[in-house]
């Protein structure tokens, strides 16, 4: 359609100097600022400082990616699901199948054999769920998650069940980086897949469709209203989102060298909601800072006492439900600001 | 000629309720349309069949001769149907620029790419800073909806409206809620909108009214009262029945 | 072959019992204020332990157990109410699911604390432990007891619902929660006061439940699904429509585990998607 024909006359009065100001705002807040590279020196960093505790920092990097993947859905298209553990267990067993069924051990694929599988899955469930909402919504993901894991307990001859399968071993990385028991190599290769993954994330929530993702948490009814395809938007966004975390479950799996059932379970699906609000929902670092928060002091706590990370995790949802999102401390603590666009030009 | 919408023997019933009783009604192109009636006498939900928001129970509408009665919102609103909402209907956390282009992004198909960015989309923002500059709304482009005075956001509901290039624009109290101090800055900028449009206009100031409608239609229980230019509307007994009774329960009240 | 029929039925009519006992309370407040809740299968937990405890420290009979365990909970749960829930009224599901989720995990924590993880039983006293001969066959006494409290329950309850000014507002205020403000209902209050009659509730039906499932502290994760489930397909804030839904899964869980050995597990799961697709507000929600 030819834009000029039908704009409205510019009533004038207006330098075209403010107007390039104006339209610069959409354009830079996409460019890359130089307080977003500190996660990423960050994760450099802790290789080369605790480079006894790379296994957890790899683990830590899976989970980020996880909580990458709600944000797509929760943070950008206010989508509220209690079944994200289905897709991270898709690709966990997509990667792990690969190699213990069919002999194919090359990781890079399995990380899209991971992410294929959890897309595919992803699209269906989207294309029928999305048009619910609410409890529905919330019962139906959760819902359609046990019976993923009730499937896997039925055939456990082929998925062994809650025993897990075990021997999920991988080639080496490109076929000349083998992995070492401190997990030196598992770190940088999560590093790199969610170096890669982030790009991609970050195009996408920037771009015209992330716009409009925004629009539908914002206001719904405005959106169907502008002719929006609403449902399909959203059934895009949930199908990225399932790859996504269909990479984190390919790369957990590959990087325990084992996957069980309990991937499915209801603690993973909460794990991945409270990492992501911890750290921020809607930013795209929220994942990074509740993630690496979230795996220390589990690491730390529940060697101490289960009970007492338990108890203390649910005691810190509840503040920062109460205090941090709805209080003044959100808005001042709102770290987001420096790594986000200003709003104001 | 045909109309640019033509609604034919439209009924909504909400069990045992009727909302919309056999409703007809013809808008040339081009009309200046104006819809009043007491409060509950159907005039949004009228509005709401005509965009698809609501479905109608049975009857016909078309829009420029086609029928769309079986259209989805959204598929009515890629023929060219838009709407403002008596009660704000904003992206309050995004920017008015922000607002402007979602409605220009979606009636594209920008909105459909995912890996340019939202600001490499020239075309677009070039049209909605038009849009803004038209309504004097170039000031506050990159502030977030919520921050702006009530006045101002009406502005941005006309301002999304006008951003989907709508031959049908039906507005529903545009100016209500606007202390009326501000209100004739929103009636000048309906009063400029291009004539091409169509307009069909929900307002309970009779002042406007008469000043901007060529008709007018009466709605009352759901059903069409009357129909007419403003001086029969003015002289019309029942009209005046029903205004005059509106304004004593409003008094009572 | 009919007796399979006669055991689906009657073990499905017991666990739709237990299910109803929960859930309703569940229900209501859902209805009510639109509250997404996950904390309620920990009031059911909380009322298993309370049972325990009364019954095996203090040596109190196992009907004695239930009243105090029904009481107190009840009341305890107002404070929770008072204190977290209020503020959360009118906010999205997201801060109210984080909450109940929080909630949640220090209820397990605590409880494991105190308890352990390991499973614990109780003992019932022996008229409810043997089985009951009805019309020439014999039935578990323990299930035949838990239909009858079930059936005890919804007759009160319809008549609380149906036949009580306190009822009448609470229906009021389930349809139109403005509307039943703007005439003087106070909305809070009724809250509350059902907030707690539905935790007390929670907490018989966990009490009652040891007998069936043993008690671990998992019980308030691991059976909540259940519960929204049976709130999601009956409808929410609608009486009957628990009862429907705790009748239809309950069946269905029943008939699929006796019909279908290990598939049968997801009967109950495929019948509430099933239903959840085709009927998004439940079979007694309005759309």
Known sequence: ?345 | MTAALEIRNLRKNFGAIEVANDINLALPRGARHALIGPNGAGKTTLVNLITGRVRSSSGQVLLDGDEITSLSQAARTRRGIARTFQVNQLFRNLTVLENVYLAIGERTGACNRLWRSAGSEAAVIEEALDHLQSLALSSDACRPVRELPYGRQRLVEIAIALAQQPKLLLLDEPAAGVPSSESHLILDVISRLDPNITILIIEHDMDVVFRFAQRITVLAAGAVLTEGTPDEISADPRVRAIYLGEKREAQHG | MVNTLVSILFDGLAWAMFLFIVSVGLSVTMGLMGFVNLAHGAFAMAGGYLVLTTMSAWGVPFLGALVITFVVVGAASVLFERVLYARLYGAGELDQVLMTIGLTFMAIATYTYFYGPLTHAIRIPDYLAGQLNLGGRSFPAYRVFLIGVGAALIAALWYGFDRTSLGAKIRASVDNRRMAQSVGIDVDLLFTITFAVGSGLAALGGGLAIQLLGLTPNFAIIYLVFFLLVVAVGGSGSLWGTLAGALVLGMADTAGKYLFSDAGTFAIYAVAVLILLLKPAGLYGRE
């Open chain 1, 1 to 345: 359609m030819d834009a000029s024909k039908s704009r409205p006359a510019p009533a004038g009065g207006e330098s075209t100097v403010a107007r390039a100001g104006v339209a610069d705002f959409l354009v830079r807040r996409s460019r890359f600022r130089p307080a977003e590279a500190l996660p990423w020196i960050a994760a450099i960093a802790a290789f080369f400082i605790f480079p006894s505790q790379m296994v957890l920092g790899g683990q830590t990097l899976i989970m980020i990616l996880f909580a990458l993947s709600l944000d797509l859905i929760l943070g950008y298209a206010g989508i509220v699901t209690l079944g994200h553990a289905a897709f991270f267990g898709l690709g966990a067993y997509g990667a792990s199948l690969l190699i213990t069924d069919l002999g194919w051990s090359e990781p890079v694929s399995g990380l899209l054999a991971g992410a294929l599988i959890a897309a595919i899955a992803g699209f269906l469930s989207g294309w029928l769920l999305l048009r619910y909402r609410g409890l529905a919504f919330l019962v139906l993901t959760l819902s359609v998650t046990i019976m993923l894991q009730q499937l896997g307990n039925l055939f456990r001859d082929f998925t062994g069940g809650y025993d897990g399968i075990p021997g999920v071993n991988v080639a080496p990385l490109f076929g000349r980086f083998d992995y070492d028991i401190y997990g030196h190599t598992y770190y940088l290769y999560c590093l790199g897949v969610l170096l890669i993954v982030f790009y991609c994330v970050r195009r996408i929530v920037y771009s015209p469709f992330g716009q409009a993702l925004v629009g539908i948490r914002e206001n719904i009814g405005r959106m169907n209203a502008l002719g929006s395809p609403v449902h399909w938007r959203l059934v895009v966004v949930y199908t990225i989102s399932a790859a996504v975390a269909g990479i984190a479950g390919a790369l957990f799996a590959q990087t325990n060298a084992f996957v069980t059932l309990g991937v499915f379970d209801f603690d993973q699906s909460a794990a991945v909601l409270i990492m992501l609000i911890l750290g921020g929902a809607g930013w795209l670092y929220g994942g990074f800072i509740g993630a690496a928060l979230y795996m220390v002091l589990q690491n730390e706590l529940a060697k101490a006492s289960p009970e007492f990370w338990q108890f203390g995790i649910g005691l810190l949802l509840i503040g920062v439900v109460l205090f941090v999102r709805r209080g003044t401390l959100g808005r001042v603590l709102n770290v987001s600001r420096l790594l986000q666009a200003r709003t104001q030009p």
